[in-house]
């Protein structure tokens, strides 16, 4: 899976192949590795954090994941909107 790791607060949901512990398994031995585990990606205070996800639960985090994107695309419309009715009132004042 090819999912962009976070640039900022938002997250995104990884998978990820695991080499375990056990020096006979067959990740040591052969290179087949565990997985696909799903992994939740952001950042907090600057700092990359992973927090597993359950099989169960990647559709829904998933989701949650598009809609923080969404929110933060409508609330960055909303800001440069925001700036360019206030420049333009402050070009009518200015006259």
Wanted: aromatic residues 8%; charged residues 25%.
């Amino acid at each position: 899976m090819s999912d962009p790791l976070p640039k900022t607060g938002r997250a995104a949901v990884c998978a990820q192949y695991v080499r375990c512990g056990n020096t006979r398994c067959r990740c040591r031995l052969e290179g087949a590795l565990h997985g696909p585990y799903f992994y939740l990606f952001r950042r907090i205070a600057g700092r990359l954090v992973k927090t597993y996800i359950p099989r169960t639960e990647v559709a829904a985090v998933r989701a949650a994941c598009v809609a923080a994107r969404d929110r933060h695309a409508a609330d960055q419309a909303a800001r440069a909107h925001w700036r360019a009715l206030t420049a333009r009132v402050r070009a009518v004042e200015e006259r």
